[in-house]
């Protein structure tokens, strides 16, 4: 294994390293959901206590990424895609950001739990635990399955803003964690078809590496026909309206239309081509989901009687 200890490293770490540690780009879509989770809630909440929500919960994900780039470190220096990261680029240590992931889970749900409720608190608590310990250290090493049991905890943060508002659960918000926990295998799986390379080099068994191309293909269009139902179906719930339900068509139609695209593809076809292909339903899947809780968030926030049934 590489050697990260902290006497390898002579030049001071800039403000950006540490803040990139906390996967920023992945803390952006914590954010969103769980800010849309929170502003669906029905029940109103105080300006400040959700800006103060918001903020922790983002600090719990942050916090999440620099645990996972610690535990990562030694794979991430194989892969091109990460291998610019703080700690294998030699900005910071590993052992450095382990102390700040740490320092950072126990002040976000703390703080969560006090500004909110116990509820929400707890539920950050264990959406860090479930990344950073269950897909982390455990099942991203051990089984090509992993992205589909560990999509949970990149799933529960509109469950967080939800508790945050209303101190529990509830079937709205429930449906919420089900599109994003059924939305992120074909997507991280598209993502693996063009960068399969980097996976096996890293000796991390995706499902790609493991049970080749056609397998992930697949697996990819049956995750996304299994997807729509959540998600058409989150449009008949009290948080649902006629903006998210035609959004919600459309983009399952055309995510439909894109796996499609990819399960009939032949193995001899062109690699150049294959890139396109699925670099494009990789984009799709982004817009999928962004486009799906901007419809939620706007059927809240429009004047009474427009949004919502």
Known sequence: MTDFSANQYEDEASFGDYFSLLKPRVMSLVVFTAMVGLIVAPVSVNPFVAFTAILFIAIGGGASGALNMWWDADIDTVMKRTKTRPIPAGKIPAIEARNLGVALSGISVVMLALA???????????????????????????????????????????????????G???????????????????????????????????????????HGRRVTRNHIFAYTLLLAPFAIGLGFTSIGGPIYLAVAVVMNALFIKGAWTIWKRKEDTSLDDEYKVERSFFKLSLAYLFLHFGALMVEALLPFGLGGW
Not at 118 to 145: C, D, E, H, N, S
């Open 116 to 166: 909110t409720n116990i509820v929400a608190g707890a539920f950050l608590a264990f959406t860090i635990f479930f990344y950073a310990v269950v897909y982390t250290m455990w099942l991203k090493r051990w089984t090509p399955q992993n992205i589909v049991i560990g999509g949970a905890s990149g799933a529960f943060p509109p469950m967080i803003g939800w508790a945050a508002a209303t």
């Open 168 to 210: 529990g659960i509830a079937m709205e918000s429930v449906l919420m964690f089900a599109v994003i926990f059924m939305w992120t295998p074909p997507h991280f799986w598209a993502l693996c078809l063009f960068m399969k390379s980097d996976y096996d080099e890293a000796g991390v068994p995706m499902l790609t590496a493991t």
